[in-house]
């Protein structure tokens, strides 16, 4: 390791960590990205095209690669070595990828702008707190996020899911066109997804050849991750210089209070070693970046950095979830077709009901799941679940080609409203392999989630019935919580390091810089202040953009 103090050390190399070593390299600083996992570069490392039947696990899932053996992640809801804790009574889990570019490897690639509403929701319905910035504000960035990444959609002019600038969309499957026919039947808005995947040649990256495998990885780099598409060209800048395998464990403060850079474990090495850098950006995931700040415990900051508040790790929150599956006898023995597409549904449902007239706030969008994937271990979900199916040898081979294709399902993906019984904090009595304390988290739903669960089945359980599907579960009881999803199951944990416009009651100011250290900025999810009926990563890559160009224009005018 060099001794030069860097202009910035970024901690985390996901969509934040990016993102923001994408804009600061291109402003000229020297910047050092941290990144805890290793390295994976998928034109190199992705399984496309790899058939699951000729491989020994026939594509199934390890504990490893929880989402299939072919899935272009290394990590996953347990981290060897890296535990954390839960609170008696609370339920959480939490999704660790530990490689370059995080978790934009293997995600959804879902790309959705928050609306005006969502921002300033509590001016609309009295709940949780107002954004202390607007659509308005982070608009142009959403704008130059479409342009740099790509993304594809629809224009459709609907005020609280803004249209953004968009590559043309591929055409509903044959299974999803009786998705589309039910939902119309039913007045529930159902249109053209909104996935950052490059359906045209963007900006020397080649179009999609509609494989259906993103989750593996793309080879030709037509759909987004952070490695290819933001630290590539950072790195091609000159000034960024990448060290994989360093997690990091606290932020450094030097005598005058300001941060002077970060400490972290080689982990190949297993030393402890120091960086110096004149900003620190953090952008390790949400809860991460809570659990760094509460563990930069000082004679300045004794309840951690910018925590002074008291609020670092509060407020955490998950987008709601659940799910209802079956099969469509209709698309039983149907001709072999082209399924091809994107990996990923053509179609998605944005929210399309008013609160006023429902039991609970806030909204969700649907997303739809079917057609015909590479068969691979547990195809169609076991041929005995399907009416007259399973047994052994060719007729279990004739079940298969009978039903391959006729599952389709539904889930939920809603807003959770904050609440003070959901939120991290520090374990005082368990610490990882490298001696950094964990992160032990609390989580509660509330009333508004499960009543927003049971609209949920309610609503898919009517859609599939209106296709002719036959529904493989019963609807979930009051009891069950309506088969509400696990606290952080979704993957879309934010919050624990709020922005807000008074010091007392959040953690940084409206530029994501921490209120208490000038020169400490957050860019992952962790300054959202609510969730918003959307996935969250479009308004993560924006944010970082925003914080980035701020940082370069304070550095500019020498105020860091
Ligand atoms: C299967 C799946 C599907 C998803 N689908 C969607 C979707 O369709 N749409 C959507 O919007 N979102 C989706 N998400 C969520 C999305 O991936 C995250 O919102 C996004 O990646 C978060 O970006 P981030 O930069 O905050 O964190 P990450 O992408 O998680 O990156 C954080 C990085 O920091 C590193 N790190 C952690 N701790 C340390 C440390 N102490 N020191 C150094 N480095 C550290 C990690 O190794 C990691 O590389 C999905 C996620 C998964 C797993
Ligand atoms: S579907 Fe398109 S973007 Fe996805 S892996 Fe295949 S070629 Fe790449």
Excluded at 80 to 104: I, K
Excluded at 188 to 193: F, Y
Excluded at 208 to 217: K, L, V
Aim: charge should be neutral.
């Amino acid at each position: 390791m060099r001794r030069d103090v860097y202009d910035v050390v970024i901690v985390g190399s996901g969509a934040g960590g990016g993102m923001a070593a994408y804009e600061l390299t291109k402003a000229g600083a020297t910047v050092l990205l941290l990144e805890a996992g290793g390295m994976w570069d998928n034109t190199k490392d992705s399984d496309m095209l790899v058939a699951p039947w000729e491989t020994p696990r026939r594509g199934g899932s390890t504990p490893d690669k929880p989402f299939g053996e072919h899935d272009a992640c290394i990590g996953g809801w347990n981290v060897p070595g890296e535990p954390f804790t839960t609170a008696p009574g609370s339920r959480f889990q939490w999704w660790r990828a530990r490689m370059v570019g995080g978790r934009t490897n293997h995600w959804g690639r879902i790309s959705l702008r928050f609306g005006p509403d969502d921002f300033q929701h509590k001016s609309i319905d009295g709940l949780g707190d107002n954004w202390p910035i607007t659509y308005d504000d982070v608009k142009p960035y959403y704008d130059e996020v479409d342009d740099l990444i790509g993304i594809f959609g629809s224009r459709e002019g609907m005020r609280n899911h803004p249209d953004g600038k968009f590559l043309p969309a591929p055409k509903p499957r044959c299974w999803e066109m009786p998705i589309k026919k039910a939902a119309d039947k039913h007045a529930v808005t159902c249109i053209p997804s909104r996935l950052s995947i490059i359906t045209r040649p963007h900006n020397g990256r080649a179009a999609c050849h509609y494989c259906g495998q993103c989750n593996r990885g793309c080879r030709t780099n037509s759909n987004f991750t952070s490695t290819n598409v933001l630290i590539a060209p950072a790195l091609r800048t000159g000034k960024l210089t990448m060290r994989t395998d360093a997690m990091v464990r606290e932020v450094s403060v030097g005598k005058d209070g300001l941060a002077d850079g970060v400490i972290f474990i080689d982990k190949v090495r297993g030393e402890e070693m120091k960086v110096n850098a004149k900003v620190v950006v953090l952008a390790a995931s949400a809860c991460e970046t809570a659990r760094i700040m509460l563990n930069s415990k000082s004679a300045k900051f004794p309840q951690g950095l910018g925590n002074s508040s008291g609020m670092v790790g509060k407020y955490l929150t998950d987008t709601t979830g659940t799910d209802v599956g079956g099969f469509l006898p209709a698309l039983a023995d149907q001709p072999r077709h082209n399924c091809d597409g994107v990996g990923g549904a053509h179609l998605y449902m944005p929210w399309w009901l008013d609160n006023k007239k429902l039991d609970f706030p806030r909204g969700y969008h649907i997303e739809i799941w079917g057609g015909m994937g590479m068969p691979g271990y547990g195809v169609g979900g076991g041929m005995q679940n399907y009416a007259g199916g399973g047994g052994y040898g060719a007729s279990l081979k004739s079940d298969v080609r009978k039903y391959w294709g006729t599952g389709v399902g539904f889930s939920g993906r809603g807003e959770m409203i904050p609440n003070e019984k959901s939120f991290c904090e520090i374990d005082p009595r368990a610490v990882d392999q490298w001696g950094i304390p964990v992160l032990r988290f609390h989580w509660e739903w509330s009333d508004y989630e499960y009543n927003q669960v049971k609209h949920m089945q309610e609503t898919f359980r009517t859609l599939l019935q209106e296709m002719g599907a036959v529904v493989r579960s019963n609807m979930p009881t009051k009891e069950q919580g309506y088969g509400i999803a696990t606290g952080g199951s979704i993957i879309h944990e934010l919050g624990c390091v709020r922005m807000g416009s008074d010091p007392k009651a959040s953690v940084l100011n409206e530029h994501c810089q921490t209120w208490d250290c000038k020169n400490v900025f957050v860019a992952d999810g962790g300054p959202f202040v609510s969730q918003a009926d959307k996935n969250p990563t479009w308004t993560i890559l924006a944010l970082s953009m925003r914080t980035s160009r701020y940082i370069a224009e304070q550095r500019k005018g020498g105020k860091l």
